[in-house]
């Protein structure tokens, strides 16, 4: 089993105040002076507490039960159910991973809220949000470029509570990658602390595509972070 | 209706709050929801008709302009604060009771959640609609939402969730409620909430949005 720990800076993430008014339901080209300044603000204060920490770990001892549709890792039988399990069932490998962006931006945001200034807290989650699911982006390009060399391809990245695979099911992805470097913690129901945390699966092998989103694949149809591509 | 509520009305609308406060534009450098409030209590305006003519019909507005996706979490948070900020000059009215407000909404996110974006902007809109708050924040367990049912007769519960796994104690939480207060009524939100979950727990109303919540809410209102 290999796997990589990475620590990345806000600045590599590539995220601007568009992304951030987007993830607010602006749609595209709409904006609002008031809220743009603070998002600019706000999005100083967060590269300077951010902390973003991205692991993966390769596992190539898994099985494949087609008709169940379940995928056993070392010991570990993920019920994925069969959306994810049809993504990535042509696996040879598996790489489990677990990102962060750090527990600071939230308690900056419980303490804007409690302190009345709400619309501060919630752009302090919002870009929170957004810095854990672009260092999820970067930890996979990495592993992407990783692969590559070996010609080896990688799929999306899934994760529990996802397309139909249960969120409780976190536990064994918990299970598998105990000691993490991202020291993300979970609660007995399969809540990451610190909040802003993603965890997930991604297939690595020959036959395997990164489609554009995986927004396709999910069926939460009016999510306000659908993407069309 | 007066000049200075319809102001009022005005700066809460567009998340004026005070003097200091550059948006919108066109009133930069002029009096917000701060100061408006506190002049038309001065000039002898009653805090029942500041909230029910200028205050409760802003927020309305602005609930009704979110649904339709005319403005967006951010602009409505800012007129949530302008809102609060006309709100502080009322308190002591309603602490002496000479004004009354709609009636007591407890809220909480349910045991093992931590999540409380989702929850405070419900409970910032029902405030806005005229309902005094009483929320009991993040990872809450059944007892402390039946302690405050106890401490607070009469009051609704609004329940929140974001996990399906904590959607589970959302469950446990309204069968003790409806076990113990079987008057009392419970709303349930939040992402993974449907509907039909709400029906099947026994809960009496699901809202994807605060909006729907507080149309639901104005039915129970005590005045
Ligand atoms: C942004 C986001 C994240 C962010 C963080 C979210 C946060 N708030 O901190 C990040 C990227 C970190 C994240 C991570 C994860 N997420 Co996520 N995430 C979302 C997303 C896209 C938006 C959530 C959000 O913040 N919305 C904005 C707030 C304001 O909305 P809200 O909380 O829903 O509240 C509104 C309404 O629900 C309602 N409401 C809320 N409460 C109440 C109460 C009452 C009484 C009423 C009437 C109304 C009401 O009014 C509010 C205002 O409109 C949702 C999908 C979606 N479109 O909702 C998934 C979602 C919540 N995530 C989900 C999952 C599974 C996860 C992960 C477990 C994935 C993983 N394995 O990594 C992790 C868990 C993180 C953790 N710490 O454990 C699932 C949860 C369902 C489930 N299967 O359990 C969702 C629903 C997506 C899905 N699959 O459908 N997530």
Known sequence: MTGKTFQFEFRDLNINVDNIERAMGYPEGESHEAIYDIVVKVMKQVEAICDLKAEYRIFNDISYDDANRRITVQRTVLNTGKIIYRQIKKSDALALFVCTAGREIEERSRTAMRESDVLEGYIYDIIGSAAVEATAELMQDELEHFMKSSDLKISNRFSPGYCGWDVAEQHKLFGLIPDNYCAISLTSSALMDPVKSVSGIIGIGPDLKRQASTCRFCDMKDCLYRRQD | ?223
Not at chain 2, 110 to 115: I, K, P, Q
Not at chain 2, 133 to 138: A, T, Y
Not at chain 2, 192 to 199: A, H, I, K, S
Not at chain 2, 204 to 222: E, H, I, K, M, R
């Open chain 2, 1 to 223: 209706m007066s000049e200075l509520l319809t102001q009022l009305s005005y700066c809460v609308e567009f998340g004026k709050i005070d003097k200091a406060s550059p948006y919108p534009p066109n009133l930069k450098g002029q009096e917000g929801a701060d100061e408006i409030a506190r002049r038309a209590l001065d000039e002898g305006i009653k805090p029942d008709e500041i909230l029910d003519k200028a205050l409760i019909p802003a927020m309305a507005i602005v609930g009704d302009k979110f649904t339709k996706k005319i403005i967006y979490v951010p602009q409505m948070l800012m007129a949530a604060k302008a809102m609060s900020s006309a709100m502080k000059h009322l308190k002591p009215y309603f602490q002496s009771g000479e004004t009354k407000r709609k009636g007591k909404f407890i809220i909480g996110t349910v045991s093992g959640d931590l999540h409380d974006i989702g929850k405070n902007l419900v409970a910032m809109m029902i405030e806005g609609a005229g309902w005094e708050i009483i929320d009991l924040g993040v990872d809450v367990n059944t007892d402390k939402f039946l302690k405050a049912i106890n401490d607070n007769p009469g009051a609704v519960v609004g329940l929140s969730a974001l996990l399906t796994t904590t959607m589970e104690h959302m469950k446990k939480t309204v069968e003790a409620i409806k076990g113990n207060y079987s008057g009392v009524t419970t709303l349930v939100g939040g992402a993974p909430v449907t509907m039909d979950y709400c029906l099947k727990i026994g809960a009496d109303f699901y809202s994807p949005d605060p909006q729907g919540a507080v149309n639901y809410l104005n039915q129970f209102a005590l005045k």
